[in-house]
């Protein structure tokens, strides 16, 4: 039986980071993963690198731009005699940039020494993991420390069972071979959202479907109410307070049944993606006799270090508590790794981005003024628009504001939320200042670059104290 200092399991965000720092470290590293490619070949990267983060904003970059040359880029004084589709080359791309992505992993593996298996892996005791390949006999190999990272897969409904062709999930939506008439897309969250904008910018009459009566309930309210109604300008649809309660698949289609305040309704749709969140990939992760917890979600039990019940036992990304969110998976990754030889290492988890790749889109780090409110805490609002932008309005997106909230004794930052062009490149600044538990007054009192987008963060820190420069006030 082959030894290791660290045989991680995974090899998403969470566990290729682990096992590449673990290498960098010193110890002699091993990963196992079950995914192949097309020619049954290891494919690295997981979930986000293969059929989430990456693919999903590949699409979002090309429908937008697609959106753009037809009516945005004629105000900029660039015409076009005619636009066309071609969804073949656009899936191409897509297929090209996650090959580059996860090859570039294949090579960090290489050079790092890590060595690979391919297949599933679970974990025995006495720290034995077993890996079965698709094809051959099982294989055990032992570690001194193991990290769990199986991901996470779409969630499944009961009454919408997937079938790969009228009822996807998230997987499929990446792939589609043309572009529906109407799309119905049960889930209005992150993802919903995100494959609900490509298929509506490419053509498809798209319907959200959300049990919520209001868009993304864990966002501050003020800005998700701006963005829903952003969104039903562009044409996406919204069956808010609705739940499903059955479907008939068809020849030309699937006859949706839902219920919501006006009563039972249904509508009919080419197709249903189901988007109604992620589970844990934990069934198969361990022997019973192991004695591994789960909890009643099905996530390992992990205390504040990712340390599971089970000595030398660690559990990162998905597959336990918190968001299911690749960065906040890799930071564990990198946490335990430096862990494991010796070193001191936390994640922040009051300090972890969150970010909805819409257009405009949402970022938002920290507390809501809704949890403020329940909490009872003392605490100052300063929000800017960007419509009082002039890069905004140079680039021509001033949809959409920044709010700063503040601790009202200390000043200390808690939360801040975005709406906008890029926040997701700007909403680094915002967890950088919480993580120094910077101040509002310390980002009022920060130069930033003109014409920036960033300068709207400086004025909604600035308007804390109503000290916003750029900002009629009745």
Known sequence: MEQFDVVVIGAGPAGYVAAIRCAQLGLRTACVDQWLDAEQQPLLGGTCLNVGCIPSKVLLESSELFEKVQHTFPQHGIT?????????QMMQRKEKVVASLTGGVAALFKANGITLFSGQGRLLANKQVAVMPQEGEEQLIAAQHIILAPGSRPRALGILPFDGERVVDSTAALSFESVVDSLAVIGAGIIGLELGSVWRRLGSQVTLFETADVLLPAIDRSLGKQAQKIFQQQGLNFRFASHVTACKVKKDGVKLHYSNHEGEQSEHFDRILV???????????????CGLQLDKWGRIEVDDQCRTTLPGVYAIGDAVRGPMLAHKGSEEGMMVAALIAGQYARVNYEAIPFVVYTQPELAWCGKTEEELKQEGASYRVGTFSFAANGRARAIGETAGMIKVLSDAVTDRVLGIHMLGPQVSELIGQAV????FGASSEDLAMTVFAHPSLSEVLHEAA???DRRAIHKLRS
């Not at 076009?80 to 071609?86: G, I, K, P, R, Y």
């Not at 988007?275 to 006799?289: H, L, M, S, Y």
């Not at 950088?432 to 993580?435: H, K, Q, R, S, V």
């Open 462 to 464: 600035l308007d804390v």
């Open 80 to 88: 076009f005699d005619s636009v066309m589709l071609d969804l073949p």
């Open 275 to 289: 988007a109604v969140g992620r589970v844990p990939n934990t069934e198969a992760i361990a022997d019973a006799a």
């Open 432 to 435: 950088l200042a919480m993580e």
